[in-house]
């Protein structure tokens, strides 16, 4: 057995046991034993984990860990996510406003009880990887659902009260990722072209009140099963703003994954925004939202950039980060398509 296995083996074994700790002060000291602990695939900034709690009689309930990386491996900038404990709230408060959410169980905003902040909830079965999704016969049925139930699901998001939890961040997101994309100091005509467009014929009402925005909703961001979308995951992107920008981010090309179905690969925007009018009373613009489209496909774009130069910066050797980075020109491409 190597080394690095033992290490691995050992860093498990630590994790299992103050896990434990944590598990018991939430659902009881029944709880005995934390088994099957596997580590998933997860994002810059966080570590994500899967493991049973055991009772006396041998009875298993499923969770997922999340636990934020070393300050040294995070991403900066727009990619570093919420503190845990706002996520948290977050996470009730969807879950209050019938937003189809993970349970939450726990959570730690400090590095006490397992070595760096970290949130706990309930593990749901289901699907999230996108070309599954969009091509598996088995969710065919799910496919034609999809698009109004994600729409109601973003409606209820956004009829959260925003002052229901602190620490939300708000920015102007033109004016955001136009200083993200100059910083960054690499050339993009195509970029520019958007950008001028963009303020040429913003639509936005300013006057308009802000919503909890989720940041990141699209296809991939939720769990699906064969009747349909069963959670919203990934919060740790959610902040104030105009509800349009996560209804533009849905919409973008970059979410259908080479499917044809405009919004996320499986279904009409007639599907996505009924449901999301139903949620809110409120109708969109077929107008504002292609000038959200346009402005979130700029977003992808520079957020594919930024990955791209982390790489070859040398500040973060990343295969994945150099992948993304080459899709910069996918996302100018798309964002070309939308413009007159």
Same mark, same amino acid.
């Given at each position: ?5 033992c ?23 029944d ?37 934020r ?24 408060a ?6 189809p ?15 760096a ?23 065919a049925?799910a ?26 961040k708000?920015?102007?997101p ?13 050339p ?21 009140? #802000?919503?909890? *925005?989720? @940041? ?7 769990? %699906?099963?064969?009747e349909? /979308? &069963? ?9 104030l ?28 925007? #007639?599907?996505? *925004?009924? @449901?999301?009018?139903r949620?809110?009373?409120?109708? %969109?613009?077929?107008d504002? /939202? &292609? ?14 950039i ?23 020109? #996918?996302?100018?491409?798309d ?6």
């Amino acid at each position: 057995m190597s080394m690095s296995s033992c290490g691995g083996m050992k860093h498990e074994a630590d994790l299992a046991g103050r896990l434990l700790s944590v598990m018991r002060q939430a659902l009881g000291g029944d709880v005995v034993r934390v088994g099957s602990l596997a580590q998933l695939s997860g994002g810059a900034s966080r570590e994500t984990w899967a493991f049973d709690a055991v009772n006396r009689n041998g009875d298993r309930q499923r969770f997922i860990l999340q636990r934020r990386r070393s300050l040294g491996s995070e991403a900066a900038g727009a990619e570093a996510g919420l503190g845990m404990a706002t996520e948290a709230a977050i996470l009730q408060a969807a879950e209050s406003g019938g937003v189809p959410v993970a349970h939450l169980v726990a959570c730690e905003d400090n590095a006490g009880a397992l070595g760096a902040p970290f949130l706990v909830v309930e593990r749901l079965e289901g699907e999230t990887i996108p070309p599954r999704i969009l091509r598996d016969d088995g969710y065919a049925a799910a496919r034609g659902r999809l698009a109004e139930q994600y729409g109601e699901a973003l409606g209820r998001i956004h009829g959260i009260a925003p002052d229901s939890v602190s620490g939300l961040k708000r920015h102007d997101p033109l004016e955001y990722w136009a200083e993200v994309l100059h910083r960054i100091g690499h050339p993009h005509p195509a970029l520019e072209l958007g950008l001028r467009w963009l303020r040429a014929n913003d639509p936005r009402d300013l006057a308009q009140p #802000e919503a909890l *925005l989720h @940041g990141d909703f699209r296809n991939g961001n939720g769990i %699906v099963g064969l009747e349909g /979308l &069963r959670a919203v995951i990934d919060w740790e992107l959610a902040h104030l703003g105009d509800p349009m920008e996560d209804v533009g981010w849905f919409c973008i090309r970059a979410w259908r994954f080479g499917a044809l179905p405009p919004v996320g690969g499986f279904g009409t925007y #007639e599907q996505f *925004l009924g @449901g999301y009018e139903r949620t809110t009373g409120r109708s %969109v613009s077929m107008d504002v /939202l &292609r000038w959200w489209q346009v402005m979130e496909s700029l977003r992808w774009a520079v957020v594919c950039i930024n990955q791209g130069a982390t790489h070859l910066s040398g500040h973060r050797r990343s295969l994945e980060l150099a992948a993304v980075g080459r899709r910069a020109c #996918e996302a100018e491409f798309d964002m070309l398509l939308l413009l007159p």
